[in-house]
């Protein structure tokens, strides 16, 4: 049971700071950012928070703008949900989408011959 309400609290702290971060100010928190996944540890006290960014190159840089905004987050967090406690957040660089995408590249580009059946002849 518990379980199950822990996987609601991930998925309701997963879109609303989806819909928080595009009112950080903070210069290096621009581009196409998403939050891939959220963590809630069973106590409520803290929150892993998956952050993919398309641009490679300015990962790093976003990473830092979200732990520097994550005071205001934590706080905004708290006023639009209904919990004991307001998680703080910690955010973790998640590149599976960058990983999925190098899958699809190489699968693209096998050889595979197609096999020709014959449903006549057996």
């Known amino acids: 049971m518990a379980s199950n309400r822990i996987g609601r609290i991930n998925e309701e702290v997963q879109r609303e700071l989806s819909a928080l971060l595009r009112e950080v100010k903070d210069p290096r928190v621009g581009g196409l950012i ?16 998956y952050v993919s960014v398309l641009e490679e190159d300015k990962a790093a840089d976003t990473l830092k703008g979200l732990k520097s905004a994550a005071g205001f987050l934590r706080h905004e967090l708290g006023a639009r949900l209904n919990l004991r406690h307001t998680p703080q957040l910690q955010f973790v660089p998640d590149d599976s989408i960058a990983y999925g995408a190098h899958i699809f590249d190489l699968l693209s580009k096998l050889d595979i011959p197609e096999d020709k059946h014959d449903d006549n002849a057996e």
Do not use: G, W
């Open 34 to 49: 998403s939050i891939t996944n959220v963590e809630v540890t069973p106590d409520l006290k803290f929150a892993k928070v």
